[in-house]
């Protein structure tokens, strides 16, 4: 076993691990700081695949940004960080029926297929090759992304507001 | 860089009503809102410039390098869409000012929830296909909370959000599944490359994509077995936003996923045994649920469960042969109009009676407003499929369609749960015509209303007089 | 030019519902004439089809024996046409909705409430059964038919008795389920039928209908569309065991639209099973001819006796009305010339026999507001030229030599009986009971010691005679010369037996 799939596995496993983790613990602020390790451990996926931009990426907006705001929200909102979550029963026998059936759907397929290798060489950086997408074959998606964080902001913006003028 | 593939005209509608949305936003923002009374006519100029497009297109080269096509069907669900916009947004409006809602964030929520729709009819890559459900959905779970002062259209948001995103996970997941093992995020080329790795292993990652992106699909549209958010969302949600979520953002849902089943042609054996299953099972269980409600939003919930089944079984049966999607497309503008008008003309109806959708509103329409209760009946028998309406050649299509590609058996399942829906159609006929009104007095539609129902009505009529108007135009635009 | 008639004739009172839509509603007379002028014009051009009407043609699988046909594309991406056209079977049948239609505007006279709604859905009616009739296009005869329900169903839930919003309501849906039966069958016959609605067409791939090696659900392919339209064609004859819409219907309704009911509305079921069943399977025909026949001959003893338990005048006419459907169900099912023609006849016959029963009830039931049978007596005494009337209808009824019913019954059996000598003789026992529960009613609602409660009940007016007048002369015409309206479909029938037969 080289260090490149030893590496791998590890960060698969911290990322499954620290998942489960999020899933599972009832206390919100454990969920949000394990949220971490599993974004960290895609992150390093990103590099081992050699998507080196985009392993930056969600270093910088999943961690730096997006999660560090989740922390900010529990720590400030009173009665949050303490907040434990339970999910009920049943909900959690459909849960587990629903999962283990995608999980042996992905399994099935995992090991059946037969993955073929392209022999194209990586390569060095992924960076421009990213951009040039944006502004060409992926012109439209980025465009449609943007009315969607638009759409997303206003409508947060003026939920938030509401919830305050009604106090 | 190359930017040959460009050709923005192709996007123009779209551009239109997202630049009406931003429009609106920035003078709602410029006037500090005292002008919001006339945005109202910047959205319905913007609607308007798109539909006058679609209607006679400059162009039908596709568009931003192959994302965004010309095709009929993206023309015939663009049409769709605005339609149905025109049609909700005075409504929508009005309903806002009545209740001291912002009107601004409404309007533009809604252009960009169309932008959203129409993107997903035109789509022509799944990344493109994603983000435009991503872009209606997520519009509509802010309108369908913003519209709200009571908690059940809160509940209603949270409701929708949460099932929208399970939908968004598997869909997504798919589509992974499916490109990797296709080598394409084409939905054109998907075809093409999923025959290249089938009888190789790959193709049981393709099939667990199919699966998985059919699974988010039934969601989307609110088929069984996920169905379950439809009851609560719909009626918990203000019927404008309810309006809109039924017609427009399922006419769009249908026109996107068509053409991905349409692609996946090759693998029909796949997934045709698995959409049979489930549009047999919705039309069965819609109709039957419909059937039994006492509350008349909620009829019409259950009732639009029971056409995404006969447009699932539209789509399976056009989709399996290959064929082009013209009666999922007939079925779906006649099913848009007359559902947006039904949801309008239910909140006045409720509005000047019990004030929760009870069917017993409608005892003695007919003496408070015999025009009214003349056009609910044709509306709703338009929905009910009777001839000459328009609603019967959708029908005829979908079930001539199912017939020809060899499911007669779903066929004659779909015709005799469409009795069952003329049935549930007609409780709300006979009290309008058959009772005595429980409450006197005349019962005034205002001159927005009037035009929505008039204009519904007269669309059905003529759609079903004339089904060439509307299939040769879709055919002529985009050819 | 000439071959717009039928079109005209369809749609002018089409044109007649929307200009009453646009009348003001206070002005009663003015929307009662409106609705006669534009009922008039039917009846005008359907005497003169009538007239005009080619009598050597042939019609039914023939197109040259069609007359005032009339070929439009309608839907060209599935070959739907406007496609009309009479012959022989549709001529008489053309002939009597257009009079009836005339006839009932003025037996609607005393409708009060909601005039305008009334008379535009009646002509609206009218429409779709004039359409129904002269369609030769699958789908535009599956549109017309429909078009049919809606306004019966407003009609009857609307201006009906007291359980009208029930018997409205079950008649929609029983017609209703047996017409989209009809739409799945239609279907099928599109795809193996060469992409066609078109019925002359599809009369043409009869062979290959029949062809043993097509199969659908697993069964053989003409055999499981013939029941699929001969279920829907049943429920609206009404063949036993579907026939229970019929009494509720007819019970509520208001007069002249048990009229439309009964004389024309009833017919649709036999017309299509002649236009559409029979020869385009003309197979399965053969095969289940002999059921057919049997279905018939329960329908006229059950019909009758049925009908002689009843306490109430207008189901017992409505039940009447079972029995009579049975001969045109057994003289059909004969598949002989005299047995079709005696069908056929007995369809027209009928019509107007049944229409003076039910015009006959309701100048009873305006004047006494009730229809039992025992509780009126002696009003031959009271009411002469009504009874006189009455009694031409009746006896008409029993089929009693000199009136039209007669012929076409003897017809009937003179058919039947070169085909079941059995089931003849059975059927004519039909005729035993229906002049026992015809013959009792008159007893006890015209002979007898006179009620003294009717004693002064008004005689019948002119307005009234008008309705009935010319369908009596009509029925006595006929019972003496059927010709004139024999002849126009002697061609054809004799052809449908020949293609059923010779198959």
């Given at each position: 076993m080289d260090i490149k799939t030893l590496l791998e596995l590890m960060f698969g496993l911290l990322t499954v691990a620290s998942a489960i983790w999020v899933a599972f613990t009832p206390k919100l602020l454990h969920a949000g700081f394990s949220l971490l390790f599993t974004f960290f451990g895609v992150a390093g996926l990103y590099v081992m695949l050699g998507a080196d931009f985009l392993a930056a990426v969600q270093v910088l907006v999943y961690i730096g940004g997006i999660l560090v705001l989740l922390l900010f929200g529990i720590l400030l909102t009173t009665a949050m960080p303490t907040a434990e979550l339970t999910v009920g029963g049943t909900r959690r026998g459909q849960g587990l029926a629903l999962g283990m059936l995608l999980l042996g759907l992905l399994l099935l397929a995992v090991f059946r297929a037969g993955w073929p290798l392209s022999m194209n060489a990586l390569p060095e950086t992924t960076a421009s090759d990213i951009g040039k997408g944006f502004m060409t074959t992926w012109l439209l998606p980025f465009e449609v992304a943007s009315i969607l964080l638009l759409g997303a902001m206003l409508g947060a913006l003026h939920l938030a507001r509401r919830a305050g003028e009604d106090q | 860089m190359d930017f040959s593939g460009l050709n923005v005209a192709a996007l123009l509608p779209e551009l239109l009503v997202s630049g009406g949305g931003l429009l609106v936003m920035a003078l709602h923002a410029a006037f500090r809102g005292r002008q919001d009374r006339q945005l109202v006519w910047v959205s319905l100029a913007s609607v308007v410039a798109a539909l006058a497009f679609c209607l006679n297109p400059l162009t039908v080269e596709p568009g931003y390098f192959g994302s965004a096509l010309s095709d009929p069907m993206a023309f015939a669900g663009r049409i769709t869409v605005l339609a149905a916009l025109v049609l909700l947004l005075p409504g929508g409006v009005a309903y806002a000012r009545s209740r001291n809602l912002p009107q601004a964030e409404y309007l533009s929520l809604s252009l960009f929830a169309a932008t959203g729709m129409m993107a997903l009819a035109s789509a022509g890559d799944l990344i493109v296909l994603f983000l435009a459900v991503e872009v209606l959905s997520i519009s509509l779970y802010c309108l369908a909370g913003l519209m709200g002062e009571r908690e059940s259209s809160r509940q209603a948001a949270l409701t929708y959000f949460l099932a929208g995103s399970f939908a968004s996970g598997f869909l997504l997941f798919g589509m992974a599944l499916l490109s990797g093992s296709a080598g394409t995020l084409d939905i054109a080329a998907l075809g093409t490359g999923l025959a290249r790795v089938s009888g190789t292993g790959t193709q049981w990652v393709a099939l667990g994509g199919v699966v998985l992106m059919i699974a988010g699909l039934l969601f989307k549209v609110g088929a069984v077995p996920f169905h379950s958010w439809v009851a609560e969302v719909y009626s918990g949600s203000p019927t404008v936003v309810t309006a809109f979520m039924s017609t427009a953002a399922k006419a769009a849902a249908f026109a996107g996923f068509g053409r991905v089943l349409l692609a996946l042609g090759s693998v029909s054996e796949a997934w045709v045994p698995l959409v049979g299953i489930c549009a047999g099972a919705t039309m069965i269980l819609g109709n039957f649920t419909a059937l039994v409600q006492g509350n008349f939003k909620r009829m019409l919930a259950f009732s639009s469960v029971a056409h995404a089944g006969y447009l699932l079984l539209g789509l399976m049966a056009v989709g399996a042969a290959g064929e082009s999607l013209e009666a999922v497309i007939f079925y779906l503008l006649p099913y848009v109009l007359a559902n947006a008008a039904l949801f309008l003309v239910a909140a006045k109806v409720s509005q000047a009676g019990s004030g929760n959708y009870k069917l017993d509103d409608y005892k003695g329409l007919a003496r408070r407003n015999p025009w009214l209760a003349g056009l609910l009946a044709l509306l709703l028998l338009g929905l009910a499929g009777m001839p000459p309406l328009a609603g019967f050649m959708g029908k005829f299509m979908v079930f001539s369609a199912a017939v020809r590609a060899g499911h007669t058996g779903l066929a004659v399942l779909g015709i005799l749960t469409s009795v069952v829906a003329v049935f549930t159609y007609l409780r709300p006929v006979v009290y309008a015509w058959f009772h005595e009104p429980e409450e006197s007095g005349a019962l005034n539609l205002d001159g927005g209303l009037a035009f929505v129902v008039w204009v519904a009505g007269a669309g059905l009529l003529l759609l079903g007089l004339w089904p060439r108007l509307w299939l040769d135009l879709c055919a002529g635009i985009g050819v | 030019m000439e071959q717009w008639v039928l079109t005209l004739m369809t749609f002018v009172p089409l044109l007649g519902a929307a200009v009453i839509t646009f009348l003001?509603?206070?002005q009663h007379n003015l929307i009662r004439w409106t609705a006669a002028a534009f009922a008039a014009v039917p009846l005008l051009l359907a005497f003169w089809v009538w007239q005009t009407f080619n009598r050597a043609g042939v019609g039914v699988d023939d197109l040259a024996g069609f007359q005032y046909v009339v070929k439009l594309p309608w839907i060209p991406a599935y070959n739907i046409e406007y496609f009309i056209g009479v012959d022989g079977l549709s001529a008489p049948m053309v002939l009597l909705t257009a009079l009836l239609s005339f006839l009932c505007i003025f037996a609607s006279w005393g409708i009060s409430k909601q005039l305008k709604g009334y008379f535009a859905l009646f002509l609206l009616l009218e429409t779709g059964m004039m359409g129904t009739f002269v369609s030769l296009d699958f789908i535009l005869f599956y549109v017309f038919w429909e078009v049919m329900l809606l306004p019966m169903y407003f009609l009857i839930g609307i201006?009906?008795?007291?359980?009208r919003e029930y018997a409205a309501i079950k008649f929609f849906l029983y017609t209703l389920a047996g017409s989209v039966l009809m739409l799945v069958g239609i279907l099928a016959l599109y795809f193996q039928g060469g992409q066609t609605f078109s019925l002359i067409e599809l009369m043409a791939h009869a062979r290959d209908f029949a062809n043993p090696a097509l199969t659908i659900f697993g069964m053989n392919f003409a055999k499981v569309l013939f029941v699929a339209f001969f279920i829907g064609f049943a429920i609206k004859v009404p063949v036993w065991p579907f026939h229970t819409w019929l009494p509720d219907a007819h019970v509520e309704a208001p007069t002249a639209i048990s009229v439309i009911l009964a004389g024309v509305l009833l017919k649709m079921g036999t017309y299509g099973m002649m236009r559409i069943s029979m020869p385009i399977f003309p197979g399965a025909m053969q095969d289940f001819a002999f059921a057919i026949a049997v279905l018939g001959v329960i329908n006229i003893l059950y019909g009758a006796y049925c009908a002689m338990a009843q306490e109430d005048l207008k189901k017992l006419v409505a039940y009447s009305s079972v029995s009579h459907m049975g001969y045109v169900m057994l003289g059909m099912a004969a598949l002989t010339p005299q047995g079709m023609t005696g069908a056929a006849l007995q369809m027209f016959n009928h019509g107007t026999i049944t229409a003076m029963m039910f015009l006959l009830v309701g100048v009873v039931y305006d004047r006494a507001h009730h229809r039992q049978i025992n509780g009126f007596g002696g009003l031959g005494a009271v009411m002469p030229v009504y009874t006189g009337v009455a009694m031409l209808a009746f006896f008409a009824s029993m089929g009693l030599?000199?009136?039209?019913?007669f012929i076409a019954e003897v017809l009937v059996f003179l058919g039947a009986f070169q085909s079941y000598k059995w089931l003849t003789f059975l059927s004519a026992l039909g005729i035993i009971l229906t002049a026992g529960y015809l013959l009792w009613m008159i007893k006890r609602v015209f002979l007898g010691p006179l009620n003294e409660k009717y004693k002064d009940m008004p005689e019948i007016n002119a307005r009234e005679l008008f309705t009935l007048v010319p369908i009596g002369l009509i029925v006595i015409y006929l019972g003496i010369y059927p010709i004139p309206v024999m002849d126009l479909m002697d061609g054809a029938t004799e052809r449908l037996v020949t293609l059923v037969t010779s198959f």
């Open positions: - | - | 003001p509603k206070d201006w009906g008795g007291p359980r030599p000199g009136l039209s019913g």
